[in-house]
Every structure is written in structure tokens, then in C-alpha cells.
């Protein structure tokens, strides 16, 4: 297995692109089910999770061609509307087919997802949608079995017990094509979200709302093909500016979009980070902190709008090194301080307290071996490593490859002394 290793004290300096939202991309690969016509989504950011839903679709008989950021889709052949264990396996994200393959061919089997380190993640609320839309849901031998008895999907008003990214999305596709109006309430906000809705939009479906709380879907017969470019991804962009702060370098994302960012954007200058942005910009500025430090700040993950759960972990490694006390509250995962004990290899200070981190700054941290547990703890220790003292050492980073694209090539244009060791 590959690990990074990692020379600190190197403050990053420079322009870093932002590549295509992971987020936004599964979804909308997955609405390729949705029509016979091909679909061309254009940056498309090189990771493993992008790979493994372009073979599952691949293994149903979609046609998916990759041509460097540019992926072409296309569902005019499709024979099996089997989503296995193998694959649902190694990304959960693979729920995603579900509601396509049920609103286009009536039916599907798509094995449950298992859970993850970060927590249960169960998908019942994908299942009570699609049930309310019409579907018959049977769990069979670790697999969802689907099928629509009507032999279409029916609009209906779908409350979910709590805000589910991925449910919303799966049960926007679904309703796309059913027959009359469908309206979720409670419904996420997320970019990703809004993004899909757009791309569904484009393929003539008739969505409004979607980016608030309450989003409307009036069924067509039929949808056709589009092209569309995914929208930046917002936590990639996250965790360079996060990384500026921590190592007191001055970095500017570019072809992101800073309105998707402004949870954070406040959190790094009550931290004491100069912050500026422009349309497609943000530059964080912190080679002249006073102090030398960050300032430590206290932080409460939520829902979009609100500070991103996956940003929780790049924004601890930032208090681990800040001048100060502060906590982390998550709300939406409830095992997602895996990060935690490794960070304290490095000499962090923190101490966990049910959903709730509390963080004594440190002068600096001491560079160590440490493991990564997931795709964002990943990302924590990276900026964590790159704050420390002397030599870190990452292993199991093909979590951070499923989300990350060429990490290490785009630190190491910033100054960052990273390498990728080859197993
Ligand atoms: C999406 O996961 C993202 N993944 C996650 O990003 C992100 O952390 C999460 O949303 C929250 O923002 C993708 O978009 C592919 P949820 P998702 O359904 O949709 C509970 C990353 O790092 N829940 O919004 O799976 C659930 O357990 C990944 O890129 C149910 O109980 O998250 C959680 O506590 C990690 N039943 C909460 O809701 C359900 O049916 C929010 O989960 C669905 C969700």
C-alpha cells in the first residue's frame, strides 16, 4: 500500500486548481441511467471513486469513455440492473443507481452498503422515498430488491427523518421521471445537490428549488442527453486553504467557487487569516499571523450552509498547531474522530468528550508515522504533517486517493516537501 511522506515546516506558497466536485460527479454519472442519450460531463476529477462507478455502470451496459477530465456516458444498452456487494463495497456511493435504475427499468438490486469508519450510514431513508414514490422495497440476502408494481413511479410530498445528501439526490432522480409532482421537504442543500439538479434540468427534467430546504420535481416521460461541466469541488478547495494556515504560507485556489465556501472563509479569519476572493478565487494569506500562530477556534459541523462535516478534520489540524483552546462539535457522523488518536502520535493535544474534540493548541507538532482511517482523516493529517516538525509518514493513503486528485503533485507545486512511496 502506498504512503506519503512529508517534510514539514514548509510554508505553502502559490496557485492551486481546484479540480471537479467527487460529490457532484458520482450523482450525476449516476443520472446517466436516467436516458438512452449520452450524457458528456466534462471536468471530471481523476480519482478512485470516479473509476469504480464509471465500472459499475460499465458492468450494467452503460458505455462510459474517459477522455482525461471528460467522461462520455451513455445508457442505450443496458442489461443488468445489478448493483453486487464487490463493488457497493468499496464506495458506498454506489446507492446512487438506485433510483435511476427504478425510475427508468422498474427495477433494480443493489446490495446495501455496508458501513464505514465513520459511522452506520444506513440508507433507509432512500428507501422510504422510493417506497413513497411508488416503489416495492424488499432487503433480500443483504441486497435491496426493488421493483415499481404501477410500472412507474408516482409523485408524492417525501419528508426524510433527517437531511441526507445522497438521499435527496437518489429520490430527486427518481421523481424525474415519475408520474406528476414530487416535493421534498427537509431536503439537503448542498452545492452537489443543486449542481444535479441543474444537469437533470439540462436533460429536461423540471426541478425547482433544489439548493434549499424544499424542492420540487414534476415527472417528464422521458429525458434526453446533455453535456455539463461539474461544478468545483469545494472541500478539495477547503483543505489547500486550511493547509495555507497551518503552515503560515499564502495560497490561492483557483477555479473554485467562493460562496460554496463561506462557513469556512469565516472560521480562517476569526483564526486570523487575511482573506480575499474573487469570482472564481480565494487567497488565504498567513505568512504574518500574530503570533507566528493561528488563532485557535471553535467549530460546530452542519448541514449545508452550515460548517462541512468534511471539513472537520483539516480545520482540527489547524487548531492542533493555533495559539489557544478550542472545540469540534460533529453533528452528522457519529464516528468521525478517527484522525484524532493519530494526530496525537504527532504530539497534538486533544481530547474527545462524546461528539465534541477539545483542542489545546501546541507550539508545534513532532512528525511521525501515522495511519489513515478515512477519506477526510486523510486529508487531516496531510495538513498536519505539513505543519510539523521533521518527517511524516502517511500509510494507507488510497483513502485519500478516492477523493483527492494528485494530491502530492499539487502540495509539492505549492513548496511542500511530499513524496508518494510506491508499495
Ligand atoms: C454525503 O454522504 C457525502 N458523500 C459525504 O462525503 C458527506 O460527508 C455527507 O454527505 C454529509 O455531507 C457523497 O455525497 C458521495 P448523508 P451521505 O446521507 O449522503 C444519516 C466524503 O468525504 N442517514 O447526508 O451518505 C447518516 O448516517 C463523503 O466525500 C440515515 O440515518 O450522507 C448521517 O448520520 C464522506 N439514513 C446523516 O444522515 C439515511 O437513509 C447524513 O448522511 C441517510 C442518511
Redesign the pocket.
Known amino acids: 500500500m502506498d504512503r506519503l511522506r512529508i517534510h514539514g515546516q514548509q510554508p505553502l506558497r502559490g496557485d492551486v486548481r481546484a479540480s471537479g466536485a467527487?460529490?457532484a460527479a458520482?450523482?450525476e454519472m449516476a443520472a446517466s441511467l436516467l436516458s438512452a442519450q449520452p450524457l458528456e460531463l466534462d471536468n471530471v476529477p481523476q480519482l478512485m471513486d470516479v473509476r469504480t462507478l464509471g465500472a459499475l455502470l460499465g458492468g450494467m451496459g452503460v458505455s462510459v469513455a474517459r477522455d482525461g477530465a471528460r467522461v462520455r456516458l451513455q445508457a442505450d444498452a443496458v442489461h443488468d440492473c445489478v448493483a453486487p456487494y464487490e463493488r457497493v463495497k468499496t464506495m458506498?456511493?454506489s446507492i446512487?443507481v438506485l433510483g435511476p435504475l427504478l425510475a427508468r427499468f422498474g427495477h433494480a438490486r443493489v446490495s446495501l452498503p455496508g458501513g464505514c469508519a465513520?459511522?452506520?450510514?444506513?440508507?433507509?431513508?432512500?428507501?422510504k422515498g422510493l417506497q413513497l414514490l411508488g416503489a416495492r422495497v424488499d432487503i433480500e440476502h443483504g441486497d435491496i430488491v426493488a421493483s415499481v408494481p404501477d410500472g412507474r413511479l408516482r409523485g408524492a410530498r417525501i419528508t426524510?427523518?433527517?437531511?441526507?445528501?445522497?438521499?435527496t439526490?437518489n429520490l430527486m432522480m427518481a421523481a424525474a421521471l415519475a408520474y406528476g409532482e414530487t416535493v421534498l421537504e427537509n431536503a439537503?442543500q448542498?452545492p452537489?445537490v443543486a449542481d444535479l439538479a441543474a444537469l437533470l434540468n439540462k436533460m429536461g427534467a423540471r426541478i425547482d428549488g433544489a439548493g434549499s430546504s424544499r424542492i420540487r420535481i414534476e415527472g417528464v416521460a422521458e429525458l434526453g442527453g446533455a453535456a455539463h461541466r461539474v461544478v468545483p469541488d469545494r472541500?478539495e478547495a477547503g483543505t489547500f486553504l486550511c493547509a495555507a494556515l497551518a503552515t503560515r504560507g499564502d495560497v490561492v485556489v483557483r477555479d473554485c467557487v467562493p460562496r460554496h465556501l463561506d462557513a469556512l472563509l469565516d472560521k480562517l479569519r476569526d483564526a486570523g487569516a487575511e482573506v480575499d476572493c474573487g469570482d472564481d478565487w480565494v487567497r488565504v494569506r498567513a505568512d504574518a499571523l500574530p503570533g507566528g500562530r493561528p488563532r485557535a477556534v471553535s467549530v460546530r459541523t452542519g448541514?449545508?450552509p452550515g460548517f462541512?462535516?468534511?471539513m472537520q478534520a483539516q480545520f482540527m489540524a489547524v487548531d492542533c498547531v493555533a495559539q489557544g483552546a478550542a472545540t469540534l462539535t460533529e453533528t452528522?457522523?457519529?464516528n468521525r474522530f478517527m484522525h484524532v488518536q493519530e494526530l496525537v502520535r504527532l504530539g497534538a493535544n486533544i481530547t474527545i468528550e462524546g461528539n465534541t474534540c477539545v483542542v489545546q493548541g501546541v507550539e508545534r507538532l513532532s512528525g511521525a508515522t501515522v495511519m489513515a482511517t478515512?477519506?477526510?482523516a486523510s486529508a487531516g493529517l496531510v495538513i498536519a504533517g505539513l505543519a510539523a516538525e521533521g518527517t511524516t509518514v502517511i500509510e494507507r493513503i488510497y483513502h485519500l486517493d478516492r477523493?483527492y486528485e494528485a494530491i502530492e503533485h499539487k502540495l509539492g507545486a505549492l513548496g511542500a516537501r511530499i513524496e508518494r512511496l510506491r508499495a
Do not use: S, W
Request: glycine share 8%; no cysteine.
Open positions: 467527487k460529490n458520482l450523482p458506498r456511493a446512487l465513520i459511522g452506520a450510514r444506513p440508507v433507509d431513508q432512500h428507501v426524510t427523518d433527517m437531511i441526507t445528501v445522497t438521499g439526490e439537503a448542498e452537489e472541500i448541514e449545508y462541512a462535516t468534511d452528522i457522523f457519529e478515512d477519506l477526510r477523493g
